[in-house]
């Protein structure tokens, strides 16, 4: 049977233990604040660039002088490249264009 000093030894490793979880604890909290924080500035970063270009795509139409966009380029990373008659240029990452540019290549 286990004598008294036993029971003593586990009940301060025990102890022990929940007072390095705890010392730990804000760091752990810390680091999950930032690891969620970071996910959700990365989703609003990206659900604003996505107004952001929806509004200049303007479905399919210069916001400043109402002239339709013309493609000329795509990018390395798959952006592309738009201009207008009047020389406004306007580069878009998000498959907003993607309806217009199928018909656009069906009426050709």
Request: net charge positive.
């Amino acid at each position: 049977m286990p004598s008294l000093q036993d029971y003593r030894a586990a009940l301060s490793e025990l102890w022990e233990l929940l007072r390095t979880i705890l010392e730990r604890l804000p760091m752990l909290m810390l680091m999950t604040f930032l690891f969620f924080g970071a996910i959700v500035a990365l989703s609003v970063i990206g659900v604003v660039g996505f107004f952001l270009e929806r509004r200049d795509w303007n479905r399919g139409q210069c916001r400043k002088c109402g002239c339709e966009w013309r493609y000329f380029d795509t990018d390395r990373q798959g952006g592309r490249g738009y201009r207008d008659d009047h020389g406004h240029y306007l580069w878009i990452s998000c498959p907003l264009d993607k309806r217009h540019a199928v018909a656009r290549l069906e009426v050709r």
